[in-house]
């Protein structure tokens, strides 16, 4: 079955960074768009970064320029490097697929940012 696994979360003061990981499996990881989603206390899950089998890139407007999504294909690994990390950026951050017509999506790790 498709597993989405999340990690590398945590607390960290403003301006500091982290880096997310998502290891995939169940799914053949190369040929899909994987995309990273966050969701803070109170509000919708919103759409942070996703990269397609190709590499093409797409970012939320408010992580443009500090936020980097990457893709190991041989690992079934995507990751998040977020930089210059503000308190807005705290939220659970979950991974995501497309695959065969269903949404999956991982148990999602903590991001808390410390003003």
């Known amino acids: 079955q498709v597993q989405l696994v999340e990690s590398g979360g945590g607390l960290v003061q403003a301006g500091g960074s982290l880096r997310l990981s998502c290891a995939a499996s169940?799914?053949?990881?190369?040929?899909?768009?994987m995309g990273w989603y966050r969701q803070a206390p109170g509000k919708q899950r919103d759409m942070v970064a996703s990269?397609?089998?190709?590499?093409?890139?797409n970012y939320a407007d408010s992580v443009k320029g500090r936020f980097t999504i990457s893709r190991d294909n041989a690992q079934n690994t995507v990751y998040l490097q977020m930089n210059s990390l503000e308190p807005e950026d705290t939220a659970v951050y979950y991974c995501?697929?497309?695959?065969?017509?269903?949404?999956?999506w991982g148990k999602g790790t903590l991001v808390t940012v410390s003003s």
């Open positions: 995501n697929v497309l695959w065969g017509g269903m949404n999956y």
């Open positions: 169940g799914i053949i990881f190369r040929a899909n768009t």
């Open positions: 990269i397609t089998r190709t590499y093409t890139t």
